[in-house]
């Protein structure tokens, strides 16, 4: 369900710095030595990448996608059981270790569900969204499920409009200005400022009854492009389906937390799962959303709420009055994921993971198998290496999951149910998930920055010839200049000096989630994307073959090319002499969230001070238009200092240790004895599970992670150091501060093994 | 014609620094001495400050505005005649000495226009507005000139459309990088991003043949708000009419440039008048814009460009064509000026001015009788003060010009009649236009900054009860805190501590332009507005009594709050024993402006540099997406460094000199002899004509002030300093660096002048 390489993702992220522009060194510059490899290891890792380059064809990418996408293929639906198998047939026929691992998940599919507006005229929506012309799968609607979301509550509820523009928590803010309340209303909200999820979920917290998502043609639709089939952005019947879990709690089954959901596992029901909401949400297109909005009242909306709709938006309530049904079939449905392992022929216990998901909403041409048929040529070239003789040094474990999109719940159960093996031998997990044509982006450890910048460096761009890193130095800085965006100003400084860029720390939205946040594995996303014309059929059933091989990566191209960027960083971390990972780029990064963190706190006290002094002088109700209902702002209390010493102390220990394990790794690495680097290899593979705090993060305790989680008011967006982060934005300062406290000690933790690692390296005997 | 307190204007001109929150003393300090008045003095002036108030009367403004909105009143209409004579009777009937001053001026009349698509399909556009429900005179189409642009060239012309934008100078730079030419094309302009007059001019100079400009329903439709009659917006059919001669160059007569424009003056040809375009022009509505734009192919326009018409936007060329014929009346109309004087009874050859124009686009409810009928309120007052026994110790002149809309042709041919009596004896020019609900706007000479505070502090808001000055800082502030805007950082700063709040500067757009860019006098433009839904009746027949009394000003009380705020500033500056200029905020006004001017430089410099770099680099071509035809920028030369010593050291002498006389004026004002503050204020009241310089501005000498202009590149936003700004603007290096000099000059005969000024303060003989 990855959104972020898409367009419009990829300006969200950027704006909150997760997304991952990327940048090699100048273009003369000689070759630098392969990180992690010795002289001799990186001839052989050479001959080997050009081998399994010319594996891949993108004929084969394209025949896959065609023959996977031509039903719908969601959670239970024949297809889906039927790709699984061919993707199973595939990997045995490459010579893989391969099996189908098939777990039983409460996923609720539509039974009975409308929306319909009773006052001030009549209105019912469509949703299904219907053939479109020169789209062959789109007439196959028997076949699909209604547009839904899944995991609202059952309902029958009728009741006022309220329009709460994104429905994310700075518009209730806004609403309550207004005056205006929620509770017993019905809230529409537009897609976009946040995960889909949060809007019923605050929605309800809200005392809302039911929740409306549309899509406003501003952001996808023809406020953007031309509309499908004129163009690739979203026509007026058009709607995106999507989860509502409240996956930012926890993703992965509702019924099974932290245990894998097998036949005979321990279950909550649906009453005490609590990651399921209680009012109905249900998903409608535009054109839907239109009558509805035009017959609002209530004040105008602020500016920055507007859509591209032919209408005023005001906020209601009313006299829009709507009645939503929904009733759904709770029962349990079997999930199949596909794992196929390569045995490492030195280090067995040391897995390289790979994995992308193949459910879909619908057909998921693009998202996801635009991804899974890259990984699929991966291993299918990875298989050819094998049966001409070659090994890797540790276990390729490459993994197709399935319930991707309801909840991450292939990947998660899986991970929950092998938990106590990853902990012990996940070295690196690999994720990928929709792709298409334009830019590479990456997110995930910071200390993987500097292997995903020399493999961007190494690979060429098939529209320009140019490397990969370099297209994303020359968009980072034309950006700048031309003021579209395009990266913070350190990416800016580091494209033109020709240094590494920054990586994105990853939120939630695609199966590393597990991995990275509940097991502590190093992480890494990657997708190529940002000149497709895809957001507009994101879950919806015009993600089909014939919308992306017009829209997408007509001629997979960079489907190719995301299976060259894995498939490397899967082989060099499986073959390394020395795993793969610059710690500087880590304490960096660190530094860098803790220096947010100051500012953030330091900002929130000086706004408070600012409104103390606003409401005492009651410069709010002298400022306002006296004809409109606007209120000032609620007061809030002073903003103590925060407790910010240890987390100051962590990072400036965690830089000493990162660039002294840095040096002497880069003295020694081609002078020590196997045996030494072995040891170290240990240390290293395992090193990232001690940023995990047992207890996890307040009010989530599946999220282990004190340095990546999704934000619980962002929802796939990250929040980095998040139990800190988080609280200081609650204004919980206790918290903030008992976080302080437990994130320094998990960077002290990680130095420590850093030190470990140094002293090994750094070893009598070994010779430079 | 000025919209500069309209709410999109408003929004505008905050982001070029040129609005004017005010600031006063903090609520509850003693009230501060009135500026330029001696104690005794001080308290006289009070006495009749309450008296002038007492005579004005809401019931007033509005009858007179009914009475004089209720025909058409443009240019050489019957009821524009019938207003000035109505004007010019009640002058006399209050006492003054009031006369018509006729002109005669070019001024085209429409014979035959018409707008038509004729392909793809067909579409003709409608140039009436036509009848409203509930607004009385929208049904006098037979009396009103059909929507369209004054000073268009004639033309008949058929050829493909291009969307430009806003079509300004940046929009063009946008075409060019996506291979766009408009060379014989018709170019559709949207309303917005900078004067009118640009569109059609800048779309000339780039080889278009003709020119359609409309407004977005985005800007003041209904994106905006409900639209007319439901609420105050612009409806689908509504048009902005204007003129679109080339003002920026040179306002007034375009036949009779720098003398009046009598019965018997030499004149040009409509050939040789530089003023006028050659290319036709018109206004249409967005209802018209709409299949014109929607039939439009071509790259689609940059996210910036979107409007919130229902459709994708494109730039074409084509496959929209359209055939557009405009033909004039081009013969002379008559104006009818109204002027008005009440002798100054100690110093009667120093003139405190004060205008509003009277004619409208239609019937101009709000522009201008809003604020005509302030002025006539404040004459009717003053008329009673005199009958009372009352007189100005200066001279008070109240004029009433026509013609404004067309071109500031009845001000700017007086002005140019009167020149040299007015560059002798005018002490100040007082302009207001349009007014209506909300807070003060003020602009102008910055030696007035201090007194137009004092005077805002003085009056009491009628909506809120708090002080004018302490609603404009309550407004900075809480848009601060509340992120929408509202005054740089240095505005803020000064409201929270309750410092003086900066002035803007003055571009064009009302009839202050000829007196303080072309003759030199010290000028301010005052309104109230911010509150009222107007920017879509803006120039329309909309413009209307019965829009006016429902989202105007509906009780006139701000009509009355301009009575007393331009009515004070008249009467203070009439009667100060030392005119109420102060000299410390002209010069830190003139030190931030040499600031802009070397940050601009720097900045063009860095930015020069960086696209030479990413030229040399191929960056836009290796960030370009192949399948789009975006061209990279064209090559730049280096900035150079520019000569700005002088500027500086002229700015470092006028702080010194600055600083001395208001120093000195602060010791000895109360202890000095008459004679001794006649002699001073002789000097101050000339003393800003030593900022003109006599050669004017490059290719426009009529302007000859070298500190504030209309922009040639923005012809309503000013430029400061303008000789040295644009041509820095311009990359022209040699011109950047002589009128670095030439401002320097007039900066340091200020300072001279003032130094005599302080020197005549210091006098011996004085005490304190």
């Given at each position: 369900m990855s959104r972020f390489i898409s367009r419009s993702a990829a300006r969200f992220l950027l704006a909150t710095a997760a997304l991952v522009p990327l940048m090699a060194a100048a273009a003369e510059a000689p070759r630098p030595a392969m990180?992690?490899?010795r002289p001799d290891s990186e001839q052989a890792q050479r001959t080997l990448e050009a081998k399994f380059d010319a594996q891949l064809n993108p004929t084969d990418l394209r025949n896959w996608m065609q023959q996977m996408s031509s039903a719908p293929n969601h959670v239970g639906a024949p297809h889906n059981k039927a790709n699984a198998d061919f993707i199973l047939a595939k990997f045995k026929e490459w010579g893989w270790d391969a099996r189908i691992e098939t777990f039983y998940v409460m996923y609720p599919t539509p039974k009975n569900i409308s929306i319909e507006m009773v006052t001030p005229t009549t209105h019912k929506a469509t949703l299904t969204e219907g053939p479109v012309a020169g789209?062959?799968?789109?007439?196959?609607v028997a076949d699909e499920l209604p547009a839904y979301t899944a995991f609202g509550g059952d309902g029958d509820v009728t009741a006022d409009v309220v329009y709460?523009?994104?429905?994310?928590p700075a518009d209730y803010e806004v609403l309550a200005r207004n005056g205006i309340?929620?509770?017993?209303k019905i809230v529409v909200a537009r897609y976009?400022?946040?995960?889909?999820?949060?809007k019923p979920k605050l929605a309800q917290e809200h005392g809302a009854v039911g929740c409306i998502i549309y899509s406003d043609p501003?952001?996808?639709g023809y406020g953007s492009e031309e509309t499908?089939?004129?163009?690739g952005a979203r026509p007026p019947q058009g709607v995106q389906r999507g989860s509502v879990l409240d996956m930012p709690v926890r993703p992965g089954d509702p019924l099974t937390p932290n245990i894998g959901?097998?036949?005979d596992a321990k279950r909550l029901t649906r009453e005490t799962?609590?990651?399921?909401?209680k009012i109905p949400v249900l998903p409608i297109s535009y054109g839907d959303a239109q009558p509805l909005l035009a017959a609002l009242a209530g004040p105008l909306v602020p500016?920055?709420?507007?859509?591209?709709?032919?209408i005023t938006y005001h906020m209601g309530p009313g006299p829009t009055k709507v009645h939503i049904v929904e009733q759904s079939d709770w029962s349990l449905k079997p999930l199949y994921n596909v794992i196929a392992t390569i045995q490492g022929a030195?280090?067995?216990?040391?897995w390289v993971i790979r994995g992308n998901h193949?459910?879909?909403?619908?057909?998921g041409a693009n998202d996801p198998l635009s991804g899974n048929v890259a990984m699929l040529a991966e291993a299918q070239a990875i298989g050819k290496l094998v049966k001409d003789g070659w090994k890797p040094k540790r276990t390729l474990v490459y993994t197709s999951w399935d319930?991707?999109?309801?909840?991450l719940l292939g990947s998660t159960e899986w991970a929950e149910q092998h938990a106590t093996d990853l902990a012990k031998k996940g070295v690196l997990y690999i994720n990928s998930d929709g792709n298409s044509r334009g830019f590479l982006g990456a997110a995930g450890t910071h200390s993987l920055q500097h292997v995903v910048n020399q493999i961007a460096g190494d690979l060429t761009d098939p529209?320009?010839?140019?490397?990969v890193l370099e297209r994303l130095r020359a968009r980072v800085e034309t950006n700048a200049y031309d003021r579209?965006?395009?990266?913070d100003s350190a990416n800016v400084e580091a494209a033109a000096k020709g240094g590494d860029m920054l990586i994105g720390a990853l939120g939630s939205g695609s199966d590393y989630t597990p991995f990275l946040q509940h097991l502590g594995l190093a992480a890494i996303n990657i997708g190529y994307g940002?000149?497709?014309?895809n957001d507009g059929i994101?879950?919806?059933?015009?993600?089909?073959f014939d919308h992306y091989i017009r829209f997408g990566d007509p001629n997979f191209a960079y489907g190719v090319m995301l299976a060259k960027t894995a498939g490397r960083l899967a082989l060099r971390t499986a073959n390394a002499d020395v795993l793969p990972m610059r710690f500087g780029d880590f304490s960096d990064t660190m530094g860098r969230y803790v220096g947010e963190l100051h500012k953030l706190a330091d900002d929130q006290r000086k706004r408070a001070e600012t409104l103390d002094r606003l409401l005492k002088s009651g410069a709010f109700k002298s400022a306002a238009d006296p004809t409109k209902q606007v209120l000032p702002p609620p007061a809030e209390g002073a903003v103590p200092a925060i407790e910010f010493a240890k987390l100051d102390n962590a990072v400036a220990r965690l830089k000493r240790s990162a660039g002294e394990f840095d040096s002497a790794r880069a003295a020694n690495q081609n002078g020590a004895a196997p045996a030494q680097l072995a040891q170290v290899n240990a240390l290293l593979a395992n090193i990232?599970?001690?940023?995990?705090?047992?207890?996890?993060?307040?009010?989530?305790?599946?999220?282990?992670s004190m340095i990546y989680a999704p934000g619980l008011?962002?929802?796939?967006g990250v929040k980095t150091l998040p139990g800190v982060r988080e609280a200081i934005e609650g204004k919980r300062w206790d918290e903030a501060n008992q976080y302080a406290g437990i994130t320094a000690q998990v960077l002290e933790n990680y130095a420590a093994t850093l030190d470990k690692a140094t002293a090994l390296m750094k070893k009598p005997g070994v010779t430079n």
């Open positions: 990180f992690g490899f789209d062959r799968t789109s007439t196959q709460v523009n994104q429905g994310m309340s929620v509770k017993g976009g400022g946040g995960w889909r999820g949060l501003a952001d996808d499908y089939p004129k163009g959901a097998t036949r799962a609590e990651t399921v909401l500016e920055a709420w507007r859509g591209a709709l032919p030195e280090f067995p216990d040391q193949h459910d879909g909403w619908v057909f319930g991707e999109e309801p909840a529209q320009t010839g140019v490397s579209t965006g395009g990266g940002g000149e497709a014309v994101y879950h919806s059933a015009y993600d089909s990232d599970r001690s940023l995990m705090d047992p207890k996890g993060l307040p009010g989530r305790p599946w999220y282990k008011q962002t929802g796939y």
